[in-house]
């Protein structure tokens, strides 16, 4: 089973404008309310390729409610525990005609240790047939040893860590010997304090260092140029991108890691799920939203074949 963690959900509201005056009235029509959180976004990708998966993460009050009943509706099947006091967060996306985004993002509920105890209780059928997904931030009102104890938990079941977190928390999980992590370019900067663009050379140099800090197999995510897959063997592997217009690149890097974990179930290999990774992220990349998982199929026979680095 494939279980995902969304600790910091959000229910996004989309608005499209014209255009953006700041200080105006201004009107729109045509908004949406869409479940957000990087976890949740693999899991409805997951779902829509007829992968069997359980969405898991703590919610709060009526924008928490809402959250879990649209990923419901989207198919997936759900374990959150929902907080009676607090809100979720509640993004704000501003898109006009020509592309331009401004979000106004929310910072989540405070969440007590009663209800880390009853979401760690969830965990408690973990195994090592089990694969457990760690994406997106963590809530702010977070107590600072749920995180450890999370990662403890998946340590001691033996099940295969996914890591897809930046900063702080993705360096915190190293140590725990995540099976994979996906950093895209510009996290890695962040983390090493590096500056300007990254060749593919220096983007395995730098995979390479994570995994002497523990990560097992890297993917890099590289946008538009594709994805860099470094494995435990030491084999290094690169994927291009697909061509094509990208409309918006938000959940993209989610669904390169629901389309690698889709092809590692299909072909038993990491290689095999980069493919479908990189399929995945074209594929949302190429529309507004997550992408559905015929789009992805549609996607994949453009992908070339990955070739060693």
């Known amino acids: 089973m494939i279980i995902t963690v969304t600790l910091n959900p959000a229910l996004d509201y989309q608005i499209p404008l014209e255009r953006f005056e700041p200080g105006a009235i201004q009107w729109f029509s045509q908004s949406a309310f869409i479940p957000g959180g990087k976890g949740v976004n693999v899991s409805m990708l997951l779902s829509s390729l007829g992968v069997e998966n359980r969405a898991l993460g703590i919610a709060a009050g009526f924008t928490g409610r809402e959250i879990v009943r649209l990923v419901e509706e989207a198919g997936c099947e759900t374990d959150f525990v929902l907080l009676e006091d607090g809100l979720s967060r509640v993004n704000v996306k501003l898109r006009t005609a020509d592309g331009v985004e401004t979000a106004f993002n929310g910072k989540g509920p405070q969440i007590s240790s ?134 918006s690149t938000v959940g993209a890097g989610d669904s390169l890691v629901a389309g690698t974990l889709f092809g590692l179930g299909l072909h038993g290999t990491l290689e095999g799920g980069l493919k479908w990774g990189v399929a995945a992220g074209s594929a949302t990349a190429f529309q507004e939203g997550i992408a559905t998982g015929d789009q992805v199929k549609a996607q994949f026979p453009a992908v070339e074949n990955p070739h060693a680095l």
Request: proline share 6%; charged share 25%; glycine share 10%.
């Open 114 to 247: 009663q209800a880390v105890d009853a979401f760690l209780n969830k965990l408690s059928g973990l195994s090592g047939e089990d694969v457990l997904v760690l994406s997106g931030s963590l809530p702010a009102g977070l107590p600072e040893t749920a995180f450890p104890r999370l990662l403890e938990t998946v340590r001691k079941a033996g099940a295969r860590l996914v890591v897809d977190m930046s900063g702080d928390p993705l360096l915190a999980a190293l140590p725990y010997r995540p099976y994979l992590i996906k950093p895209n370019d510009e996290e890695l900067r962040e983390i090493f304090s590096l500056e300007g663009p990254l060749s593919v050379l220096e983007v395995k140099e730098y995979a390479g260092r994570l995994q002497h800090m523990g990560a097992r197999n890297v993917i890099v995510s590289l946008g538009a140029k594709g994805a860099l897959l470094l494995e435990e063997s030491g084999r290094c592997l690169f994927c291009h991108g697909v061509r094509g217009d990208a409309v």
